[in-house]
T-cell receptor, first 114, second 116 residues
Framework: DAMVIQNPRYQVTQFGKPVTLSCSQTLNHNVMYWYQQKSSQAPKLLFHYYDKDFNNEADTPDNFQSRRPNTSFCFLDIRSPGLGDAAMYLC?????????????FGPGTRLTVT | QKEVEQNSGPLSVPEGAIASLNCTYSDRVSQSFFWYRQYSGKSPELIMSIYSNGDKEDGRFTAQLNKASQYVSLLIRDSQPSDSATYLCAVITLRAGGTSYGKLTFGQGTILTVHP
């Protein structure tokens, strides 16, 4: 089945220790998104890629970076995690043609910062 | 005014009843509307998308869109305990000259509890 995969599902890192989260998709979608979701809040968009074009949200901290080496994979790098970065990180994908923009989410990575 | 607002909830309904979830949006030119279901600790799952005025039915779910009144709703018939989750309303608004895909604007979510 076509899907969005995220690894790892759970990640524990130490304060200030860089961490990388990965996302892959078999949907052949050209748009990939990274969201941060904290408890009882809606997902918050960090950035997205349209093909290789990177689009950063204005309020995304510089501590968050992303890479998309090819259509299928996208990475979220947190350079110096703080306690406030503990959250669920969600990857999503969508197409860009016609009027259908449904976004499909991966299972998420739960990040804990100690 | 928030861009997308949902009824605050939590909403509690008995098993077998109809659950009604409502959402209003502020931008009159919004084009695409979605309902996501999110179980505790899980990621959002797309359950309905609607683009035109009227009703769209899928199994026990019916989405209703009224662009003149700027609201979209989700009805769940014959509610089951397994429907207990947070329901997120999301909207995409495309701008003239903008990209052909869109960023989701989420409401704050409504927690639904279906009790036996």
């Amino acid at each position: 089945d076509a899907m969005v995969i995220q690894n790892p599902r759970y990640q524990v890192t130490q304060f200030g220790k860089p961490v990388t989260l990965s996302c892959s998709q078999t949907l052949n979608h050209n748009v990939m998104y990274w969201y941060q979701q904290k408890s009882s809040q809606a997902p918050k968009l960090l950035f997205h890629y349209y093909d290789k074009d990177f689009n950063n949200e204005a309020d995304t901290p510089d501590n968050f970076q992303s890479r998309r080496p090819n259509t299928s994979f996208c990475f979220l790098d947190i350079r110096s995690p703080g306690l406030g970065d503990a959250a669920m990180y969600l990857c999503a994908t969508s197409g860009s043609s016609g009027q259908r923009y449904e976004q499909y989410f991966g299972p998420g990575t739960r990040l804990t910062v100690t | 005014q928030k861009e997308v607002e949902q009824n605050s909830g939590p909403l509690s309904v008995p098993e077998g009843a109809i659950a009604s979830l409502n959402c209003t949006y502020s931008d009159r030119v919004s084009q695409s509307f979605f309902w996501y279901r999110q179980y505790s600790g899980k990621s959002p799952e797309l359950i309905m998308s609607i683009y035109s005025n009227g009703d769209k039915e899928d199994g026990r779910f019916t989405a209703q869109l009224n662009k003149a009144s700027q609201y979209v709703s989700l009805l769940i018939r014959d509610s089951q305990p397994s429907d207990s989750a947070t329901y997120l309303c999301a909207v995409i608004t495309l701008r003239a000259g903008g990209t052909s895909y869109g960023k989701l604007t989420f409401g704050q979510g409504t927690i639904l509890t279906v009790h036996p």
